[in-house]
């Protein structure tokens, strides 16, 4: 019972990204109800209850064992909980979901991550998980939401016996490299390349580390603990739902996307970063979701990675318009969708590994949109969510990279994470950073003047 990778989904086998879904709750959590919740979840998605291991030249996904599938992980402790969650990896081989519940000492209190490896999932199949998984546990112990939202249906009760479930062929999603339309060789081959001649002639500038290479005696500007190597933190930049809804309204006026006021927002800061007041050439990486863009749409419930990614190179000096930047990034991208050059895209990330620079940028921007929150029943809040990626493996040798932007508005209201390694970029670094992005966003939510409306709008 096994499942082959396809080459785009072999990709992250090697990169070991996760995401890391969380929820800080304030109440009484039914422990019992929340384990068969996460077993019902993983229960529905065999990719959640598998392992990768070598097939051949590639790799496949294994069904787990019963005694060997993850269940939910409880323990007490406090706030140091997010960080050690956000470190510990999914070592391959080993399952590929991962459930916690920290609690405070007085139980009143209480932390949820859940942990899903990037072989088999994305932002929004992750976000979609979570939530079902909340959804099972409200039905589970009878509860509609303080919102008055009816409870979702009971899930079927497990059999008495799990081997029942283990005999059941598993119903493996298919990769989404196979759901894309029919195209002629040709056309991938020469967006191919299109593509590397382009990335040839536009080499694109990365913000160099500020924590020096590890040297004896020098620590750098945030000193690690003697004997740390470094560890994953993630700053984070939230706006309330003004400023939110008002980002969004010099973006509706403008017939620009919030995406690009962000993107806009990055590529000003990664500037003020690197040297002289002259034009730079800096990319931007922009995933493209491929769900709603295939025939017919792949719902978000569907755990794979159905994401592609959109590269295009600006030059931004010291005294760019911001405004124009936006500009800029939301043409490019929109004329790239038109195209569907998304689908050329997926086809050629095989040549990733060979070719490194069709996804070297100096901003990755990711976009997760408006999504909804967990939905929990009466006496049980939420006080907080987030979404971050994390990886296993950081290069702090490479003295520079590219500056990663996880961006997702739960319940209206924009947040954006700033996951870094610290032997790489330093926490008081990336506050800076985080300020500066804020700082941009302010301006275009605060904009006295709408911005430039493009020549042929409406």
């Not at 598993?170 to 967006?191: C, F, G, I, K, Y």
């Not at 509706?252 to 990664?270: F, G, K, N, Q, Y």
């Not at 690197?274 to 990486?285: F, K, N, S």
């Amino acid at each position: 019972m096994h499942r082959e990778l396809c080459p785009v989904e072999t990709l992250y086998v090697g990169q070991r990204s996760r995401a890391v879904l969380s929820c800080t709750l304030r109440g009484q959590v039914d422990v019992k109800a929340l384990s068969a919740a996460f077993d019902a979840l993983t229960q529905a998605h065999p990719t959640l209850r598998a392992r990768i291991a070598q097939d051949g030249q590639g790799f496949a996904l294994h069904l787990l064992s019963e005694e060997e599938r993850p269940r939910l992980v409880t323990r007490t402790g406090g706030e140091e909980a997010y960080a050690a969650e956000l470190n510990a990896p999914l070592p391959v081989g080993g399952p590929l979901s991962r459930a916690v519940l920290v609690s405070a000492p007085e139980g009143d209190r209480h932390l949820f991550v859940l942990v899903v490896d990037h072989t088999v999932t994305d932002g929004h199949s992750g976000i979609a998980a979570h939530n079902a998984l909340w959804d099972h546990y409200r039905a589970l112990v009878g509860g509609g939401t303080d919102e008055g939202t009816a409870a979702a249906p009971a899930p079927a009760a497990a059999p008495a016996d799990d081997r029942v479930h283990a005999a059941e062929p598993p119903h493996w999603p298919r990769p989404v490299s196979l759901l894309l339309p029919e195209a002629d060789p040709a056309a991938t081959a020469a967006h191919l390349e299109r593509r590397v001649e382009e990335v040839r002639r536009h080499p694109v500038q990365l913000v160099p580390y500020d924590v020096p290479r590890p040297a004896a005696g020098d620590a750098g500007p945030d000193p690690e603990p003697a004997g740390g190597g470094g560890h994953i933190e993630s700053r984070r930049l939230t706006l309330d739902e003004e400023h939110t809804a008002r980002l969004r309204r010099t973006a509706r006026e403008a017939d620009l996307s919030v995406h690009s006021l962000v993107a806009a927002a990055l590529l000003t800061a990664a500037r003020r970063r690197l040297e002289g007041d002259g034009p730079r050439t800096l990319g931007c990486l922009s995933p493209v979701d491929l769900r709603s863009r295939l025939s017919p749409p792949l719902p978000a419930t569907v755990m794979v990675p159905a994401v592609t990614s959109h590269l295009q190179t600006v030059d931004v000096a010291g005294d760019s318009d911001p405004a124009e930047l936006a500009r800029t990034v939301h043409t490019r991208l929109r004329d790239s969708i038109a195209r569907a050059d998304q689908d050329h895209e997926m086809r050629i990330m095989p040549e990733i590994p060979r070719n490194p620079a069709l996804q070297m940028a100096t901003v990755i921007v990711t976009n997760m949109g408006v999504v909804p929150g967990p939905r929990l029943p009466a006496g049980l809040h939420a006080t907080d969510v987030r979404l971050v990626p994390a990886r296993e493996h950081y290069f702090p040798q490479a003295g520079r990279s590219p500056l990663m932007a996880c961006v997702v508005s739960f319940e209206g209201r924009l947040a954006i994470e700033f996951p870094h390694f610290t032997a790489c970029f330093s926490p008081s670094f990336m506050r800076a950073f985080r300020d500066d992005v804020l700082a941009g966003l302010h301006a275009f939510a605060d904009a006295a003047t709408p911005l430039p409306a493009p020549a042929n709008a409406r």
